[in-house]
């Protein structure tokens, strides 16, 4: 442990996110390590722990004897407090080191509106923030993978690099690199250069970009032999892939706290608004038997009673009954629940409820996305709303009495038509449950959920404007009048962090000063709805002579440079505009198992996905 | 089916983690160490496991007590053993019994306490030596003061480098419950400074009679 934090350590709340010490960390001797990582999640300890990739990612480079992984977290606002009084840098929770004495600093970009407080944790360490204010020693690196690298181009100033795509392989080709030229003494440019040629390695400081007058991008121009594009990196076989069989048990109760077996990356499911949908292709599912291998190790290991089935779409597995059978027989004996988060409504069958419900009964979650039918063809959520009530009925039928259905509002082509459709489809449910003879005993509750729609790099609405904060509260008030019953429970989410979170996804370089003055007025976990102030954004904003609104809320025509073009998710330019237009014609694009709609991916496996 | 009872130390970072992180830890320690453990019957069955007295946030202990009811008799030191090798550092199992006494049967808890701090002991037997030591207590009906003078049970203080060391009995279990965070924070009061608190550790819980609590 920190040992000098120990003191404060009953100033703050739930102080075991502080202290490390946890079953199945990895601490290892300080003299046998030849790199030293440390991999910072952007967020608090009880958000953080929850993330499957940060487990991959610590126990695979912790197979390596010669590295030497550890956590980091953001500290709560009462820890920041007592580390900034008592000037105490931010630490690993392993060794209790300082992260600025490590060879790598890590982050993993989960969501945009963690940005502030990535620059927080370094300035928290020591780190300079400015990439180029680092020196030329090669340590420590400042590196981040996840999603959000899609588009880091708002992060730019602040990273060595980045690294496009699943990490499994290319961080250990990093750290092997690394270690190579730290010992021939090279330093941190002529490293950077080096890295370059790394597949899915993007070293921004070796990219120009130039600007029209408009304020669009001209061009991303890169020197030094850097290539052109730099394309994703992909395992292409996810039974031979890495896969941990132990975890770090945390001592409080964090946000998923549960082991997870990934069951399958990719979407075969093609929703036209889901970024990780297009971003995690292609579709690569693990076959039963190693999931059930892997899930028990997990849970032998951890001591946990729950495990859960991660994927996009767990119910998309080809043979998801017998995977279910196959887990049931060792989970039933062992006092573990099964959790299926993603479960879909239209292929969710009673036999697969029953197997579910066997092991533990609560709530179900839907996601229609939509109001209507014209706009869930839209956006190419095929569900139809027979399947919504086919679901619901099994669902009564067994036992439940809670439904959730999420939406988004500010959809492409939206109208307060599909609004109404949102009260009525719930309040269809409603009428459902008090048209069953036999219906579960107890009181109905259906929640509704909006979020305001963000439209992200790789998908067709990647050239939407986001629909503007004044129409949403309107089309919110529009929902509110439209809600008869009192079994219908309604929450929206609050409109400006959406904003903010749509100019951070298709940002552009110059967002970094922004990002750097809202951190410097205070934002430090803007993530979090009550650390939120949009006041300092949109004053950063003006500061910087920059609108929000050129970045939210614009059309961005089909030929315009994207901040993100020279970023390879193989999923082509001319598929998302083909997806566009059939979407703005309402026309579905049917599931990928069904027929391929040629998006691209399957150029990293040789062969057709199916 | 059969019932231990598993005196256990809480140390070093341990006592960072609250009571209901504590339970949920050794639920998961007990299903690692592969003992065939008791779950209770009906629709969510849950391992059953009984702690007959929580332990504040902070305090370290040396003879904290867990209820764990197995399937089948299994030998002591294996209980020992296979708990040991699956708890994290800090937890550890001393000694398995069968019980003794009920959870009710508790009176009181000896403390070792060390608060920091120069020539404390002079004030420390003044505060001690006053008739009456009222603190504000909250209970369901609001707040109300209490005397906790004759509840405190002071066996020794002593000037060490380090601060003042002290030896407290205070009142534990179900009739009534007082913490060393309550009589020190009463002292610093009294003191009209901050002091600090550097160590708390609970060292043995005993019954009416006098005797440990097994």
Request: include cysteine; glycine fraction near 6%.
């Amino acid at each position: 442990m920190n040992q000098q934090i120990e003191p404060f350590l009953l100033e703050v709340q739930r102080p075991s996110r502080y202290t490390g010490g946890e079953v199945g960390q990895v601490v290892k001797d300080r003299r046998d390590i030849a790199v030293r990582f440390a991999f910072c999640f952007p967020d608090i300890y009880d958000v953080g722990m929850s993330h499957l990739g940060m487990k991959i990612l610590y126990s695979l480079i912790n197979e390596r004897p010669e590295y030497w992984c550890e956590r980091v977290f953001a500290p709560w606002e009462d820890m920041e407090a007592v580390m900034r009084r008592e000037r105490i840098p931010l630490y690993a929770l392993e060794s209790g080191d300082p992260v600025r004495e490590f060879d790598i600093i890590g982050f993993t970009l989960q969501y945009e509106m963690s940005y502030t407080c990535i620059l927080n944790m370094l300035d928290l360490a020591g780190v300079p923030l400015l990439q180029r204010e680092r020196g030329d020693a090669i340590a420590p690196l400042v590196v981040a993978g996840g999603p959000c690298c899609c588009n880091p181009e708002p992060l730019c100033d602040f990273f060595d690099l980045f690294i496009l795509g699943e990490g499994e392989e290319v961080d250990l080709e990093l750290m092997d690199l690394y270690r190579r030229m730290r010992d021939a003494g090279a330093g941190r440019e002529a490293f950077l250069r080096e890295a370059a040629r790394i597949p899915g390695i993007y070293v921004p400081s070796l990219y120009e970009v130039t600007y029209h007058a408009d304020g669009t991008v001209e061009a991303v121009t890169p020197r030094d032999g850097a290539p052109a594009v730099i394309k994703k990196r992909v395992m292409t076989d996810m039974d031979r892939s890495y896969y941990p069989d132990s975890v770090v048990v945390p001592f409080i109760e964090t946000v998923h706290d549960r082991v997870s077996v990934e069951v399958l990356r990719g979407c075969i499911r093609g929703c036209r608004f889901c970024q990780a949908g297009f971003l995690y292709r292609p579709f690569r599912e693990k076959s039963v038997e190693t999931i059930c291998r892997q899930g028990r190790a997990l849970c032998e290991h951890s001591g946990y009673d729950e495990l859960s089935l991660s994927s996009l779409s767990t119910s998309d597995h080809s043979q998801i009954e017998e995977m279910l059978d196959a887990l049931l027989q060792y989970t039933a004996d062992a006092h573990v629940n099964l959790s299926l988060p993603s479960l879909r409504i239209d292929n969710f069958s009673g036999s697969v409820l029953e197997k579910v419900t066997t092991i533990r009964k609560s709530g179900l979650t839907f996601a229609p996305e939509a109001g209507t039918q014209r706009l869930r063809d839209v956006i190419n959520k095929n569900v139809t709303e027979e399947e919504v009530m086919r679901t619901c009925r099994i669902a009564f039928e067994g036992g439940y009495t809670q439904v959730k259905l999420y939406f988004m509002m500010g959809l492409p082509t939206e109208t307060d038509e599909d609004i109404i459709g949102i009260a009525d489809l719930a309040q269809k449910v409603v009428n459902l449950f008090y048209d069953m003879p036999q219906r579960a005993k107890g009181k109905l509750q259906v929640s509704i959920s909006t979020a305001t729609f963000v439209p992200k790099p790789f998908t067709p609405f990647e050239f939407e404007p986001q629909t503007g904060k004044e129409e949403i509260l309107r089309r919110q008030a529009v929902l509110r009048g439209a809600i008869r019953s009192k079994k219908i429970k309604a929450s929206m989410h609050i409109s400006d962090i959406s904003q903010m979170e749509a100019v951070l996804a298709r940002g552009d370089r110059r967002i970094g000063a922004v990002l750097y003055d809202v951190w410097k007025s205070g934002g430090h976990l803007d993530a979090w709805d009550e650390c939120f102030e949009a006041q300092r954004w949109y004053a950063a904003f003006e500061a910087h002579g920059l609108d929000p609104a050129f970045y939210a809320n614009r059309t961005r025509p089909y030929d315009e440079v994207m901040p993100w073009d020279h970023l390879d998710y193989l999923v082509s330019r001319d598929f998302l505009v083909r997806e566009h237009k059939k979407a703005l014609e309402a026309r579905t694009t049917p599931p990928c198992r069904e027929r391929c709609a040629g998006c691209g991916a399957d150029q990293c496996l040789g062969r057709s996905c199916f | 089916m059969k019932d231990y009872r598993i005196v256990f130390e809480k140390t070093g970072v341990m006592r960072y983690i609250s009571h209901l992180d504590l339970n949920r830890c050794m639920i998961r320690a007990v299903r690692r160490s592969g003992l065939p453990a008791w779950y209770t019957e009906g629709f969510h069955p849950h391992l059953y496991l009984m702690f007959p007295l929580a332990l504040s946030l902070g305090a370290e202990s040396l003879c904290e007590v867990m209820d764990l009811r197995l399937t089948q008799e299994v030998p002591e030191t294996d209980i020992l053993t296979r708990l040991n090798a699956a708890l994290p550092e800090g937890l550890r199992a001393v000694s398995v019994g069968e019980p003794q006494h009920e959870a009710q049967d508790i009176t009181g808890a000896r403390y070792e306490v060390i608060l920091q701090g120069e020539a404390l002991s002079d004030l420390w037997e003044a505060f001690l030596s006053q008739e009456q030591i009222l603190v504000e207590k909250k209970t369901k009906k609001g707040r109300k003061e209490v005397d906790i003078a004759p509840l405190i049970t002071a066996e020794s203080d002593r000037e060490e480098g380090d601060g003042l060391h002290l030896t407290l009995c205070l009142p534990a279990g179900n009739a009534g419950n007082i913490n060393v965070s309550v009589v020190v924070d009463a002292f610093e009061k009294y003191a009209g400074r901050p002091i600090f608190t550097q160590c708390v550790r609970r060292i043995k819980i005993f019954c009416e009679d006098g005797k440990d609590f097994l």
